[in-house]
């Protein structure tokens, strides 16, 4: 862990539109938007726990406000964000774990591959999962870079409305690992894009996500907040109650279909990948790639 003084994480009741590294704030059509937002441009909004477990504080702040219908994922700087943080001075792999998503133990006293299941089945898969079933629409706003981590936070939204400069990347095999834990790939892709974006590395683009069926809109970056609040302004006149049940339905679908057991599975492949890297390689369980040569790699990949 890093000798750099990390702030704690923001409670329900701790979050301002200026507060760092996620901010909230309600308004929009009828003032019955949630605003939650990435507050960390100068990582690229990489997710550390701070912003994870601040994220869920700002999520749960939104559900329990009954005058917020729609709530918007957002992000302030360049990109959408960047992923899991694996390299800033605030990475924090070792602390923060409030059990919130998952009932397990307490993975900060622990090592090895009791520490990294322990700790993402709380923070990368149960978080997912448990935004995944808020009982309030929401939209991601996505510009800029979506990579990795950040597939996970808009996947988990019920729409995504991307501007015409936002891209897309789950460059993960490169790491030996079968794509980030919330995998979801072949249910939001369909399997042969999902192959294709997972065996090559390659970043695909908004327009591309559309065609795909991924993204709901593709709009210019100056209109993308328009578009989200235009989005968000039919859904505010909708009852609460046709929102929820209707959410809940297409889930349960999705569910039906096997996406939440498939998701399982392939969390048990990831681990193992993590296992048998830190085995071949000293310990380290990422495959000896760090921030520095994935973003190299993606680069000399022509992605």
Request: aromatic share 8%; glycine share 10%.
């Amino acid at each position: 862990m890093s000798d750099a003084v990390i702030p704690p994480p923001l409670g329900p009741d701790d979050l301002g539109p200026d507060t760092s590294p996620v901010a909230y704030e309600v308004g929009g059509p009828a003032d019955a938007v949630a605003y939650v937002t990435l507050n960390r441009p100068e990582y690229r909004n990489a997710q550390n726990s701070v912003m994870t477990y601040s994220l869920d504080g700002a999520f749960r702040k939104a559900v329990d406000d009954a005058s917020v219908k729609v709530i918007v994922l957002r992000a302030n700087g360049k990109h959408f964000s960047a992923g899991h943080d694996i390299g800033t001075p605030e990475r924090d792999f070792d602390t923060y774990y409030e059990n919130a998503a998952v009932l397990h133990w307490d993975h900060t006293d622990k090592s090895g591959a009791d520490q990294r299941l322990a700790r993402e089945m709380e923070v990368y898969m149960g978080m997912c999962r448990r935004w995944r079933d808020i009982p309030k629409p929401m939209i991601a706003a996505v510009h800029g870079a979506c990579i990795a981590g950040g597939l996970m936070l808009a996947w988990v939204c019920d729409f995504i409305v991307a501007s015409d400069d936002a891209f897309f990347s789950d460059p993960v095999a490169r790491m030996g690992i079968p794509g980030v834990e919330y995998f979801a790939h072949a249910y939001v892709l369909g399997p042969r894009r999902a192959k294709e974006i997972l065996f090559t590395g390659e970043r695909f683009t908004a327009t591309q996500a559309a065609e795909w069926g991924m993204v709901n809109h593709v709009v210019e970056r100056d209109g993308l907040a328009g578009k989200v609040n235009g989005i968000a302004e039919k859904i505010v006149e909708m009852p609460m109650q046709g929102l929820f049940l209707s959410k809940k339905a297409v889930n349960i679908c999705e569910d039906q279909m096997g996406m939440r057991n498939a998701m399982d599975s392939v969390f048990g492949w990831h681990h193992f990948a993590h296992s048998a890297n830190a085995e071949s390689s000293g310990g380290d369980s990422l495959g000896g790639m760090d921030a520095k040569s994935m973003k190299s790699a993606a680069a000399g990949s022509g992605s």
